[in-house]
């Protein structure tokens, strides 16, 4: 499971932290799941993000690996949920999109996008690690630069406070005339 932080100020956006959760095969699939849950707590409680984005299941051919990614998501996202954080998700090829102008860039084509945008310099490339600053970065365009969409579906945390009028026209300000 890759897992990557960005903190964004106005347009700026820089990389805090990249990496993986190396699982070993051999653990039972419910000790993974846990390892994923405490991953994600630790990672929420020491950095203190204000958003959670993942990148939303993509359809294979084997049912068992998509399963299985499946309960991984869930277990992340639940965390998060729990945690206060609302959630988005984005398919690939709007992360791909969003990062390099082309849903159909492969992997390499990504990463090289990432070090120029964030001005990385030459990292240990884990593309598991990559992919999920990648869904930061996209999450960042998204939701923070004006005339950005979400592209994304958002899951809202039962934690934040519930939808009103005064938040909407806040969040829409050309959709509310004052009639």
């Not at 993000?49 to 998501?73: C, T, W, Y």
């Not at 949920?81 to 390499?108: C, F, W």
């Not at 005339?147 to 039962?158: F, I, L, Q, V």
Request: charged share 25%.
């Amino acid at each position: 499971m890759g897992f990557g932080l960005v903190h964004c100020s106005g347009n700026h956006v820089r990389m805090i932290e990249m990496g993986v959760l190396k699982i070993p095969a051999r653990k039972d699939t419910y000790e993974r799941l846990r390892l994923i849950h405490k991953k994600i707590e630790e990672l929420i409680s020491s950095f203190r993000p204000h958003d959670f984005a993942i990148e939303a299941p993509f359809f294979g051919k084997n049912v068992q690996s998509m399963l299985k990614l499946g309960r991984a998501q869930g277990v992340a996202i639940a965390t998060a949920m729990h945690a206060g954080l609302s959630v988005t998700e984005y398919s690939p090829r709007k992360v791909k999109q969003s990062i390099t102008g082309n849903g159909n860039s492969d992997k390499i084509q990504v990463w090289k996008m990432l070090k120029t945008i964030l001005a990385l310099e030459e990292l240990t490339q884990e593309y598991d690690a990559s992919d999920a600053l990648a869904v930061a970065v996209c999450h960042h365009f998204q939701r923070h630069i004006p005339g950005g969409t979400s592209g994304g579906k958002a899951m809202k945390s039962p934690r934040k406070a519930a939808s009103s009028w005064e938040d909407f026209v806040r969040k829409n300000p050309g959709r509310a005339t004052g009639r």
